[in-house]
């Protein structure tokens, strides 16, 4: 019974998260290496101090135009998954760079709003990919989407110092992997990257123009990030910033990825 009870507030937190902020329009398109006046300097956001970042989207601002987060997370506690499936550009040259630049992949890391209901935060593995083909409704599995590269690993997680929503923000980082393929050519991806924990989780995301600490050369698309869950009834690809957040923020999201530029 007990279980069950958890369960259930479990599933009303998730939805209240996603679906309960008022909306906003976003004017830019494209999250960039921007400071935030009265912010940190850019590029002291801890995963980017002791390593290389190809690209920061920048910090969870609680008091920002629409804060919101949604559901990543394989809850063991709770038997609910879900993967948030967040887009990035890597750009053909890095600017003042001779000619075409490839990313070789070293590290990625995400910001969560965490909980751990009563059983503690321990973020004991991760799963992600970076994929292309990604679109309304295509289904994960099918012909469209191309894994590019694929892993699992132990991450390790330190809080940020910020939170919302009675939950506390936590990095999930990962470092030392590599794509089996090959450095990333220029193009458009999507980063999923699918904690496993015991409580709560979701991705937070950034709705400010400019958001603290965000960096490049690599940038994120705005709404073009899709949520795929079969425990919400999202088999297939669904827009996050209108279908799994209900219109309510969740037009990009913070996140990072690690490694170095080759030629």
């Not at 599933?11 to 960039?32: D, G, I, R």
């Not at 070293?106 to 935060?121: A, H, P, S």
């Not at 923020?249 to 996140?255: I, L, M, Q, Y």
């Amino acid at each position: 019974m007990m279980k069950r009870a958890f369960a259930c507030t479990a599933m009303v937190m998730a939805l209240a998260v996603m679906f309960s902020l008022p909306a906003a329009a976003q004017s830019q398109k494209v999250y960039q290496g921007v400071a935030q006046a009265g912010a940190l300097p850019v590029g002291t956001e801890a995963p980017c101090i002791l390593n290389q970042c190809l690209m920061y989207t920048g910090d969870f601002d609680a008091a920002g135009q629409n804060p919101n987060a949604l559901w990543n997370n394989n809850s063991l506690a709770f038997g609910i998954e879900g993967a948030v499936y967040v887009p990035f550009n890597v750009p053909r040259k890095f600017k003042g760079a001779k000619g075409k630049t490839d990313w070789q992949l070293q590290g990625m890391f995400v910001n969560e709003l965490m909980e751990d209901v009563g059983l503690g935060i321990d973020v004991p593995s991760v799963s992600w990919a970076i994929v292309q083909g990604v679109a309304n409704n295509n289904n994960p599995s099918g012909g469209a989407v191309k894994t590019v590269c694929s892993g699992t690993g132990t991450p390790t997680i330190s809080p940020t110092g910020r939170s919302a929503f009675g939950l506390t923000e936590y990095t999930i980082l990962l470092t030392g992997t590599a794509c089996p393929a090959g450095p990333l050519e220029s193009g458009l991806y999507w980063l999923t990257f699918v904690p496993t924990t015991e409580g709560l989780a979701y991705l937070s995301d950034v709705e400010d123009n400019s958001p603290a600490n965000a960096q490049g050369p690599g940038t994120q698309p705005v709404d073009d990030s899709f949520f795929v869950s079969a425990a919400f009834g999202f088999n297939n690809f669904v827009d996050a910033a209108g279908t799994a957040c209900g219109g309510v923020g969740c037009d990009a999201f913070s996140f990072g990825v690690i490694g170095s530029a080759v030629h």
